[in-house]
Every structure is written in C-alpha cells, then in structure tokens.
C-alpha cells in the first residue's frame, strides 16, 4: 500500500500557505487527536514528509504508546547487577561474561508480515534482527526462532508453515548463522495470525560496543547497504498497528523483501569499519526506516541533523519523497561518521561492494530539517517524533470469560483407566503436533556453521562457544506458553521466564539476562489490556526475584483475527553464561546403567496442560503453580552438579511432564529406561508441576548429586536406570511391569506427525 499522498511538492512554506488543505492522516494510522499535535509542536500543518515520519515514530510498533506505562516496570523493578553493560532503550542489550567479551541479544516479531507473505516476512524478520545486534558493534553467531501456528492439519497453514521454516532457514543460512533453537507450536488461537519471533545474539570485546547517537555538528551522514525501494512502505504504522479482517487484507501494504547476501556482506563491512574505529555512531534501518533512522540518530546526538533526501539511493526513480520515509527496504545501515575518515569509510565499503552515500550532516541547530531538490520539505524537532509521541493508560479489566475459563478444571475430564491406557496416551502427546519431532523444520537450518554451536535443538538450550582459549560460552533458550498465560497471565509470564531459566540451567549455565517478545491481541480491548498489564508485572516481578535483568524486547499487539484476540503469549528469551562449554550437559540418555533421579516435587496439576490439550483439545483451570524460590534452589543444583562432573544428561520438565522428559531423552541418547513412578502413574507421568529436572548420574556421583540437592533443599528421587530399547515402567512397591513401549515405536509416532502435516 502506497500511503495516501498530500501533495509531491509540499514544502514547510506551501503548509503554512495551504492551512486547509485535508490530509490522510487517519489513513496512515494516526488518530484526529494525534494528527491534531503534530500541528501543535510544530505551529503549523505537517508537510507530507512530516506527517509520514509522525504518522510511522508514533506508531504503537515504533513508539509502543500503548505499553510505556507497564514497561516501565522492568527498569524500575531491575535487579542490581554489574553484568548490565547496556540496558533497554538501545537496539539491543549488552552483557558481561567474562574475559573481556561482551554479549547482546534481543528478539523480535515479524507477525502479520508472515502471514501476508510467509517466506519473506519470516526472513526479513531475521535480517532486521540480526541488524540490530551489528548496530550494537556486535559480530551475530546465532539466530533463534519462536514460531506459532493454527491447527497443524489447517489448510491455512499448510499454506503458511512451509513457507516461514523456508524465509527463516534461507535467511539465516544464507548468512552463515547456526539456528540453535527455538519453538514450534499449533494452536487454533494463532490461525490467519501466525506468531513470528525471531532472537539474534551476538559478541565483541566490551570496548567495542557502539550506540544509535549522531553526536558532532559538522559529522557526516551516512546511508549504506542495499538501495531504497517501495517494498514495506508504511509497513510499521499500518500492518503491524491493525487486527485482520476482510478490509484490513485489502489495505495491506507490501511485505519486505530481503536480500541476505546483501546482508552478509553488510555484516563484514560494518564489522571492518568497526575494527578501524570509523564510526561515532550507527543505527540500523528498520521498522520507520529512514524516518527512525534519522530522528533517533539526531534526538540522541547533539540534537540537530541536515539531510539531502534527494540524495538518498533510490531503487525506483519515482518513490516520492514520503515514501522513501516510509520505506522498510532491507539491508541498510545509517552511521555517522567524522569528516576526516569519510574517505576511509568509503573505501571500505567499496571493497565489500556496499554502496554508499553521504546525505547529510550532524548540526546543532536542535532540528531535523530535510530537503528535496533544494526546497525544505522537513523542519522538526527530532525529539517529538522520536522519543515524545502520544502515551496512553487505555481502560483494562479481566476477560468476561475468565472467571468461568478457570472453573472449567481439567478435574472432570476423564483419565487413562489402565496400563494400556496410559501407554497409548504416551504414545499419542509423543506424536502430537507440539510435542512430536520438529525434526522436519529444523532440518532445514544449519545449527553448526561457524563451527562454534556446541548444543542445538532440541536440546534444552542452545549453546556457543565464545572463547576457545577459556571455553568461555553461552547458553540460549527461547520459551512461552499462550495457554498458561490466558488461564492466569500474571503466573502465565512467569512460567514461561522459569522454563527458559530452567532450560538454560539443565545445561550447566548459570542464567544471567533476559529478552521478551509480548504478543498480544489489540490493546484497544480491555479485556487484552489487562492481560498485557498481568503479564507485565508478573515478569517483572520474577526478573526481579531471580536476580536476571530485562535488558530489552518487543511488544506486538493487534494479534487477532476480526474481534478474536490470540491467547496471550510473552516469550521468554533467557541468556547463560557456561565458564567452560566443555562441562555442559545434553539430555540424552547415553551412559547404560546410569541412575536416573527426579529432581523437584510433583503436584496434580493439569490446567492448560498438553494432556488435556491434546486428548481433549480443553483448556480451563490454573496453571501450573509458580515457585521461584524452587526454580532457583534446582538451578543452583544443575549449575553446580555440571561444574562438578556428576551428570551424563539433564532434561527439564515441562510441556507434556515426565512422559514427554523420558521419550525425549531416550530416543535422542538411543537408550531405553526402566523407570519406577513414585506415585499415582497419571500424575507422575503427566503433571506438567514446574522447578523439575530429570538427571542421569555419573557412577559413583549419587552421593554428591544428594548432598547438592539437600544443601539447596530441592527433592531428589531415584526412578530408574538407563538401558536395553525399551521406555518400561513399573509403580513403586510393585516389582510388576505396569508396560513396556519399544524405543522404535516410540520413534516412529514422535517422527512422523510434522511431515505429514507439512507436506
């Protein structure tokens, strides 16, 4: 969609002169009282050019007008740590770890462009995220994806999930980035409104790391890296600000379409020219493109800029000038860059074959004015469009249905009756489109270029080396849950934070930071409003306990179709840090004869659990109970029995509970297990209770494992010993096998359920 135009020669002088003239700010997404200061700050009707760059800085993607109020929980609840080198309010964080070397990582949704056009919204939603984390001055080592779709046998997604796996893998291939993780899940809630999040985490030295300020009057300007066309355009204020229905498919614009090879060389060019100090600042060009780019830039620098726009490198002649503000064209960078090593810089990019062009300079005038052929077609504060657009505190109260959601207990549904029972129904999570293998897509991604990925999917978490001297790496992982988080939001936030935390920590790493991406439906509902403020404060609340920072994210609302918002579903990305990658610890059963113990206690809890999901397609009651002070007693087990050697596997607990732990590490170590449920079998089995792990102990470990745990007053039960091809179980007291499920018709339900949905 080509946002509607004024006037192609509208100048500052022509606005004054033609007071009356209407222009389409409602149609750019801008409500009449927004419009209305806009002609306030300024004294005067907006340009063309203005009203595009107001109409895509004060969108809710760009200026999060509608989550400023709750989000400042997470600066103001922010746990004291001297990791914290750079907190939110840049394009990315960035963290200590140790030995120099500095980490940034953040993650991001390319929703409703996923679904308009599933491959390039996904791959473009990669490169935007990989350019975020260049901007910080950072080399990218790895990307991460969250993905959510409808029902797995929709034709709808038939349509949409082959497409997305294909834009996230050729992007990131491409690059020559690993993917070592992520999550794939079917849900009816997301159908025609996939979830597409993206996570990119990078590295450099801590004297490194750069910041998006344009500081220095008499500094130039400068635009690199792929030509500006129409694609995208007016992409941030329209798309990603509007629900789906019949006359929102009809306005949408066009998705971007990116160019990864174009990326790849960016990527060194930048990398280059950060190595020779030519930068004094960068920002990357993204949602808003030139129009963030250059009022950011400005507001965050000496607070004044002058831009030739008709000098900007155009891949169609006839973009006008708002367009080519509104452009989200891929691929481009803006640096600020002293007059004296302009020539370098140029130089620089030749070599890469980046184009790039000078077009304009840092002032002091505390204005952002641009002109067009030699007429002032911009004269703005940068401020105003940058850092002050419109804040809202819109109404929020609990959804109609809640009360009665949560009375609807999985208590009345009925449960296996027998031993056959409870094997088919094993069997059936197994290969259940969320849980079974999700080897078909991410066969489709290199885990292992670079030759640093030390752990990828479906681990636990992934994990990087960053230091081969030291062994120095981290860990990754990247959780939600929309079913918890619309049967209690406030716990729903939380329990998505404890399972990345527990993740991270089942490979040894000691948690340290955390990313979020906040999916939500429309925040003009009230009902979706309360949910977002609940789960806000609930993860601030945890961040806070848990001593983890949040040190940036993304927020996406209007998730719905028509009136019919998604479950609410904040995803959890949580970094760790492994002193030594060497003693990290996989989840497969690999060691015959190994103990297996149970770490953590567990409660009959089946609200919005994969069992009454899956079996029932239910979902109703309370989530799991949230207990912190047990998520961070079993970490400190985890971390602490890795260090000390006394694991040859470690699996957390969580979707599908101890059935889906066991299938899990057994056919990804090749072993079976013989295991002795301490309780009720369809409680044990199935209770999705948090702060649990399943471990294999080294021989001769057991004792230590067990002073661990009693020193951080964590259960430890022993249940089994790994070996023969067979998952076999038995009921405590009862030396009877209760059945037995050979390895290979395990497999066989667990890995054929996504190519035959996939096609």
Known sequence: MTPPVVHETDTVATAVATPDRPQPFAELGMKDEEYQRVRGILGRRPTSAELAIYSVMWSEHCSYKSSKVHLRQFGDKAPKTDALLVGMGENAGVVDVGHGWAVTFKVESHNHPSYVEPYQGAATGVGGIVRDIMSMGARPVAVMDSLRFGPADAADTHRVLPGVVAGVGGYGNSLGLPNIGGETVFDACYAQNPLVNALCVGVMKHED?????????????????????????????????????EESQAKRPSVQVGDPFMEKLLIECCLELFREDLVVGIQD??????????????????????????????????????????SESQERMMAVVSPDKVDRFMEICGKWEIPATVIGAVTDTGRLVMTWHGETIVDIPPGTAADEGPVYERPYEPPADLGSLQADTPGRLARPANADDLRNTILWLAGSPNLASKTWVTSQYDRYVLGNTVLAMPENAGVVRIDDESGLGIALSLDGNGRYTRLDPYAGAQLALSEAYRNVASTGARPLAVTNCLNFGSPEDPGVMWQFARAVEGLADACQYLGIPVTGGNVSFYNQTGTTPINPTPVIGVLGVHDDVRRRVNMSFTSEGATIALLGETREEFGGSEWAHVVYNHLGGLPPLVDLAAEAALAS????????????????????????????SCLRGGL?????????????????????????????GEARLAALCEQAGVPVTQIGVIGGDSLTFSTQGDAQELFSIPLAELREAHERTLPSYAG
């Not at 087990?637 to 899990?664: F, I, P």
């Not at 079976?672 to 089995?685: E, H, K, Y």
């Open 672 to 700: 079976g297990a013989q295991i002795t449920l301490p309780g009720d079998p369809f409680v044990s089995l199935f209770s999705e209770s948090v702060a649990r792990a399943v471990v294999a102990i080294r021989p001769g």
């Open 209 to 245: 790391i750069k910041r998006a300020v344009a500081p220095g009057p008499g500094n130039r300007v400068i635009l690199f890296g792929a030509g500006t066309g129409p694609d995208g355009i007016g992409g941030a204020s329209v798309l990603a600000s509007a629900t789906f229905d």
């Open 637 to 664: 087990v985890l971390v602490n029995a890795a260090r000390e050697g006394l694991l040859t596997a470690s699996h957390d607990l969580s979707d599908g509970g101890l059935s889906q732990t066991l299938v899990e």
């Open 285 to 326: 060009l993204g949602a808003a493109g030139v129009s963030c780019a250059t009022t950011e830039l400005a507001a965050a620098g000496t607070g004044g800029m002058h831009v030739e726009l008709d000098t900007v490198p155009l891949r169609d002649a006839t973009l006008l000038p708002e367009e080519i503000l509104m």
